[in-house]
Protein backbone atom coordinates (compact mmCIF):
# COMPACT_ATOMS: atom_id res chain seq x y z
CA UNK A 1 0.00 0.00 0.00
CA UNK A 2 1.15 3.24 -0.76
CA UNK A 3 1.56 5.63 1.80
CA UNK A 4 -0.08 9.49 2.07
CA UNK A 5 2.24 12.38 0.44
CA UNK A 6 2.81 15.63 2.49
CA UNK A 7 4.51 18.43 1.22
CA UNK A 8 5.82 20.64 3.94
CA UNK A 9 5.41 24.39 3.01
CA UNK A 10 4.98 25.68 6.84
CA UNK A 11 8.62 27.78 6.57
CA UNK A 12 8.42 31.27 6.79
CA UNK A 13 11.29 31.78 4.06
CA UNK A 14 13.03 34.48 5.77
CA UNK A 15 16.14 34.13 3.72
CA UNK A 16 13.90 34.96 0.42
CA UNK A 17 12.38 37.70 1.87
CA UNK A 18 9.63 36.07 3.03
CA UNK A 19 6.47 34.46 1.57
CA UNK A 20 5.91 31.07 0.16
CA UNK A 21 9.24 29.56 -1.38
CA UNK A 22 7.25 26.73 -3.23
CA UNK A 23 5.64 29.20 -5.49
CA UNK A 24 8.88 31.17 -6.82
CA UNK A 25 9.70 30.08 -10.15
CA UNK A 26 12.58 27.46 -11.08
CA UNK A 27 13.11 27.68 -15.08
CA UNK A 28 9.12 27.25 -16.62
CA UNK A 29 7.67 25.93 -13.16
CA UNK A 30 7.04 26.87 -9.84
CA UNK A 31 9.20 24.67 -7.03
CA UNK A 32 6.23 23.11 -6.07
CA UNK A 33 4.97 21.93 -9.49
CA UNK A 34 8.35 19.73 -9.66
CA UNK A 35 7.31 18.97 -6.41
CA UNK A 36 4.31 17.35 -7.56
CA UNK A 37 5.86 15.62 -10.22
CA UNK A 38 8.25 13.44 -8.63
CA UNK A 39 5.86 13.16 -5.32
CA UNK A 40 2.31 11.67 -7.41
CA UNK A 41 3.60 8.78 -8.93
CA UNK A 42 5.15 7.24 -5.78
CA UNK A 43 1.89 7.94 -2.95
CA UNK A 44 -1.80 7.12 -2.65
CA UNK A 45 -2.56 10.84 -2.02
CA UNK A 46 -0.92 14.52 -1.47
CA UNK A 47 -2.06 16.86 1.04
CA UNK A 48 0.22 20.85 1.45
CA UNK A 49 1.09 21.35 5.11
CA UNK A 50 0.88 25.43 5.16
CA UNK A 51 -0.12 28.54 7.66
CA UNK A 52 -1.97 31.41 6.54
CA UNK A 53 -4.72 31.80 4.23
CA UNK A 54 -4.99 28.81 2.39
CA UNK A 55 -6.58 29.64 -0.76
CA UNK A 56 -2.93 30.76 -2.41
CA UNK A 57 -2.81 27.05 -2.91
CA UNK A 58 -6.50 26.34 -3.85
CA UNK A 59 -5.61 25.42 -7.77
CA UNK A 60 -3.90 22.69 -6.80
CA UNK A 61 -7.01 21.14 -5.32
CA UNK A 62 -5.07 19.63 -2.50
CA UNK A 63 -6.08 19.54 1.57
CA UNK A 64 -4.02 22.30 2.90
CA UNK A 65 -2.79 21.46 6.81
CA UNK A 66 -2.24 24.11 9.13
CA UNK A 67 0.43 23.27 12.06
CA UNK A 68 -1.42 21.82 14.69
CA UNK A 69 1.11 23.51 17.59
CA UNK A 70 1.19 27.31 17.55
CA UNK A 71 4.63 29.45 17.56
CA UNK A 72 5.78 27.88 14.54
CA UNK A 73 7.90 24.95 16.25
CA UNK A 74 9.26 23.97 13.19
CA UNK A 75 9.06 20.46 10.18
CA UNK A 76 8.20 18.60 13.06
CA UNK A 77 4.78 20.56 13.94
CA UNK A 78 4.13 19.39 9.68
CA UNK A 79 4.73 16.30 10.10
CA UNK A 80 2.36 15.86 13.11
CA UNK A 81 -0.44 17.55 11.26
CA UNK A 82 0.37 14.77 8.71
CA UNK A 83 -0.04 12.17 10.38
CA UNK A 84 -3.51 13.62 12.07
CA UNK A 85 -4.73 13.96 8.60
CA UNK A 86 -3.20 10.52 7.72
CA UNK A 87 -5.03 8.97 10.77
CA UNK A 88 -8.40 10.53 9.66
CA UNK A 89 -8.03 9.00 6.02
CA UNK A 90 -7.41 5.20 7.85
CA UNK A 91 -3.72 5.50 6.69
CA UNK A 92 -0.83 4.12 8.21
CA UNK A 93 1.99 6.20 7.13
CA UNK A 94 2.97 9.24 5.28
CA UNK A 95 6.14 10.51 3.48
CA UNK A 96 7.44 14.01 3.94
CA UNK A 97 8.83 15.85 1.10
CA UNK A 98 10.31 19.78 1.18
CA UNK A 99 8.58 22.25 -0.76
CA UNK A 100 11.86 23.77 -1.85
CA UNK A 101 13.38 20.87 -2.90
CA UNK A 102 12.55 20.16 -6.70
CA UNK A 103 15.36 17.21 -7.35
CA UNK A 104 14.75 14.22 -4.79
CA UNK A 105 14.42 11.37 -6.09
CA UNK A 106 11.86 9.27 -7.56
CA UNK A 107 12.07 6.32 -6.16
CA UNK A 108 12.69 8.15 -2.55
CA UNK A 109 9.47 6.67 -1.29
CA UNK A 110 10.31 2.78 -2.12
CA UNK A 111 13.67 3.48 -0.71
CA UNK A 112 12.25 4.70 2.21
CA UNK A 113 10.52 1.69 2.77
CA UNK A 114 12.96 -0.40 2.50
CA UNK A 115 15.41 1.32 5.22
CA UNK A 116 12.45 1.51 7.65
CA UNK A 117 13.55 1.03 11.10
CA UNK A 118 11.68 -1.68 13.94
CA UNK A 119 9.32 1.43 13.98
CA UNK A 120 8.79 1.88 11.11
CA UNK A 121 10.77 5.52 10.71
CA UNK A 122 13.67 6.39 7.80
CA UNK A 123 15.04 9.69 6.72
CA UNK A 124 16.73 9.91 3.86
CA UNK A 125 20.07 11.14 3.74
CA UNK A 126 22.94 12.12 0.73
CA UNK A 127 26.84 12.79 0.98
CA UNK A 128 27.96 15.91 1.53
CA UNK A 129 31.46 17.26 -0.38
CA UNK A 130 33.51 15.91 1.72
CA UNK A 131 31.91 12.66 1.17
CA UNK A 132 30.09 12.09 4.73
CA UNK A 133 26.39 11.30 5.18
CA UNK A 134 24.28 13.73 6.09
CA UNK A 135 20.48 12.90 6.74
CA UNK A 136 17.27 14.80 5.35
CA UNK A 137 14.91 15.24 8.41
CA UNK A 138 12.26 16.77 6.42
CA UNK A 139 12.40 13.79 3.90
CA UNK A 140 11.54 10.96 5.81
CA UNK A 141 8.62 7.89 6.19
CA UNK A 142 6.66 8.52 9.40
CA UNK A 143 4.34 6.06 11.12
CA UNK A 144 0.65 7.01 11.92
CA UNK A 145 1.15 5.43 15.17
CA UNK A 146 3.37 7.68 16.48
CA UNK A 147 1.51 10.66 15.96
CA UNK A 148 0.32 10.98 20.01
CA UNK A 149 4.32 9.87 20.97
CA UNK A 150 5.03 12.75 18.53
CA UNK A 151 2.38 15.11 19.83
CA UNK A 152 3.47 14.70 23.36
CA UNK A 153 6.96 15.21 22.57
CA UNK A 154 6.18 18.70 20.75
CA UNK A 155 4.23 20.20 23.47
CA UNK A 156 7.02 19.48 25.94
CA UNK A 157 9.33 21.17 23.98
CA UNK A 158 11.03 19.24 21.17
CA UNK A 159 11.77 20.64 17.74
CA UNK A 160 15.19 18.99 16.61
CA UNK A 161 13.80 16.32 14.21
CA UNK A 162 16.46 13.70 14.35
CA UNK A 163 16.57 14.02 18.35
CA UNK A 164 12.97 12.61 18.01
CA UNK A 165 13.81 10.31 15.04
CA UNK A 166 16.53 8.64 16.81
CA UNK A 167 14.62 8.14 19.51
CA UNK A 168 12.90 5.50 17.42
CA UNK A 169 15.60 4.09 15.74
CA UNK A 170 14.69 5.50 12.52
CA UNK A 171 16.41 3.81 9.50
CA UNK A 172 18.57 5.84 7.08
CA UNK A 173 18.16 5.56 3.19
CA UNK A 174 21.35 6.74 1.48
CA UNK A 175 21.40 8.72 -2.36
CA UNK A 176 24.52 9.38 -3.54
CA UNK A 177 24.80 12.53 -4.60
CA UNK A 178 26.16 12.29 -8.51
CA UNK A 179 25.58 13.99 -10.34
CA UNK A 180 24.02 16.18 -7.90
CA UNK A 181 22.69 16.21 -4.82
CA UNK A 182 19.17 15.33 -4.61
CA UNK A 183 18.10 17.31 -2.15
CA UNK A 184 19.25 20.23 -2.86
CA UNK A 185 16.92 23.10 -1.83
CA UNK A 186 16.28 26.51 -2.16
CA UNK A 187 17.23 29.29 0.74
CA UNK A 188 18.25 32.65 -1.35
CA UNK A 189 17.27 34.21 -5.00
CA UNK A 190 20.74 32.62 -5.66
CA UNK A 191 20.02 29.23 -5.35
CA UNK A 192 17.25 29.59 -7.62
CA UNK A 193 20.01 29.84 -9.92
CA UNK A 194 22.00 27.14 -9.14
CA UNK A 195 18.82 25.24 -9.78
CA UNK A 196 18.24 26.56 -13.28
CA UNK A 197 21.68 25.23 -13.84
CA UNK A 198 21.14 22.15 -12.19
CA UNK A 199 17.62 21.08 -13.79
CA UNK A 200 19.23 19.68 -16.93
CA UNK A 201 21.01 17.15 -14.84
CA UNK A 202 18.29 16.05 -12.22
Do not use: Y
Amino acid sequence: MKPLGVILAGGRATRMGGGDKGLRIVGDRRLIDHVLERLRPQVAEIAINANGDPSRFAEFGLPVLPDSIAGHPGPLAGVLAGLDWAAGQGARAIVTVAADTPFFPRDLVARLQDAAGPEGLALAASRDAEGTWQRHPTFGLWPVALNEDLRAALRGGLRKIVLWTDRHAAGRADFESDPIDPFFNVNTPEDIARAEELAGQA
